[in-house]
């Protein structure tokens, strides 16, 4: 069984900064793209960005491009989201999924993945 428990989120002020980890099993994390997702409040899912098994291939939405960086530690079957210069749009609900995109794929195609509870990031002063 699939199982993804995202971490390391809270209240940040605008400006800060947070690194969130998703703890991967039930599967081989070393041979899985993975990607992370968010959903803001009242809004639908989000993709945030992806990452290839071995790490050396990324893409991110245009939005958080500069400011956020996914990697991951096979060896430890850990996969993360460094958030920069947060801002109060950044706030939302973050999942890591399985599955690699290169742009963002509709709503009803996120859906589809196994996510964890997800870790909630405010960015707020």
């Known amino acids: 069984e699939v199982q993804l428990v995202e971490s390391g989120g809270g209240l940040v002020q605008p400006g800060g900064s947070v690194r969130l980890s998703c703890a991967a099993s039930?599967?081989?994390?070393?041979?899985?793209?993975m990607t992370w997702i968010r959903q803001a409040p009242g809004k639908g899912l989000e993709w945030v960005g992806s990452i290839s098994t071995g790490g050396t291939r990324t893409h991110y939405a245009d939005d958080v491009k500069v400011r956020f960086t996914i990697s991951r530690d096979n060896a430890k079957n850990t996969l993360y989201l460094q958030l920069n210069n947060l801002k109060t749009e950044d706030t939302a609900l973050y999942y890591c999924?399985?599955?690699?995109?290169?742009?963002?794929?509709?709503?009803?195609?996120?859906?589809?993945?196994?996510r964890g509870q997800g870790t909630q990031v405010t960015v707020s002063s």
């Open positions: 039930g599967f081989d994390f070393s041979h899985m793209s």
């Open positions: 999924a399985q599955g690699y995109f290169e742009s963002a794929p509709p709503e009803r195609v996120l859906a589809r993945f196994t």
